[in-house]
């Protein structure tokens, strides 16, 4: 195995598309929105007036929401400091958290894959989320 890298915007797409139901819709600008079930679980956000640069004002153009599984979930990430994920007040409430994608790299790729992960858990039915999680837990005793 090799030594673990940082995380990239590709991984993004690849690990989404390697859960299994997942399909990828397009917004009207063309960003990516993957889906389980027809719940979408990370998606590509357009610039939107509540997520924009410090420095600068300008609305971020590379935001990536993904799913949690809680505000418990949410809050750890957004709170911690030495993680690049934020929220906004449009996303009060929701079990989501943000990235810019030009920050991905300060996280692992195996960081990113759990993240991927569990937002596909987070909105997968209990049956898909089930098989998977019984599938996976095999796979990790016998590693």
């Keep these: 195995m090799t030594a673990d890298r940082p995380a990239r915007v590709e991984d993004v ?13 397009h917004g009207t600008r063309g960003n ?3 889906q389980v079930g027809g719940k979408s679980f990370v998606f590509f ?3 939107r007036p509540d997520a924009v640069d410090a420095t600068t004002g300008e609305r971020l153009p590379d935001v990536i929401v993904f799913w949690v ?8 990430l957004v709170q911690d ?7 906004t007040p449009h996303f ?3 079990d989501s958290v943000l990235v810019q994608a030009s920050r991905l790299g300060e996280i692992t790729r ?8 569990d937002a596909w858990l987070a909105q997968a ?19």
């Design 13 to 25: 797409h690849e690990l989404a598309m390697g859960l299994p139901h997942v399909t990828v819709v």
């Design 32 to 34: 990516a929105v993957y």
């Design 45 to 47: 956000r357009t610039p």
């Design 69 to 76: 599984e809680s505000e418990a979930d949410k809050l750890a």
């Design 81 to 87: 400091e030495t993680t690049p994920f934020f929220t």
């Design 92 to 94: 009060d409430g929701h």
């Design 110 to 117: 195996q960081e990113l894959a759990e993240l991927v992960q």
């Design 125 to 143: 039915s209990a049956r898909r989320r089930a098989a998977w999680l019984a599938e996976h837990a095999t796979v990790e005793q016998e590693a």
